[in-house]
C-alpha cells in the first residue's frame, strides 16, 4: 500500500503540498553588492514545503550562472532579478506575490578621488 501524505491525505505519488505551498508564498528578489563590486541576486521567503535544492539548480541552469543556498535564501551571481521573476511565475509563482526590489541594481561603486 502507497505511503500517504498527512498534510493534504493523498498518496505520495500524487501529493499536492508543493503545488499548494507555491501559490501561498511571498517570495523578495534583490540584488546586492559583495566584494569587489559584484553583483548577486539574491531570492528569499520559502517555506519549508518547498524544495529549494531543486528550485536552485534550475533557476542556476536557466540564468547561466552559479549560486548556492545560505540560510533558507538563493543566492545567484550577477544581476538576474527580472529574469527569475519571470521564471517563477513560469513556475507557477504568484506574481503579485513576488516583490521584485531593484533598489541596489545600478548603482555604481565608486573609488573617490585618489
Known sequence: MAEVCPKCGLPKELCVCEEIAIEDQQIKISTARRRFGKLI????????????RELVKDLKARCACGGTIKDGKIELQGDHAKRVRDIMIGMGYVAEMIDVDESNTHRKRGRGNR
Open 41 to 52: 541576486t539574491i531570492v528569499e521567503g520559502f517555506d519549508k514545503d518547498i524544495d529549494i
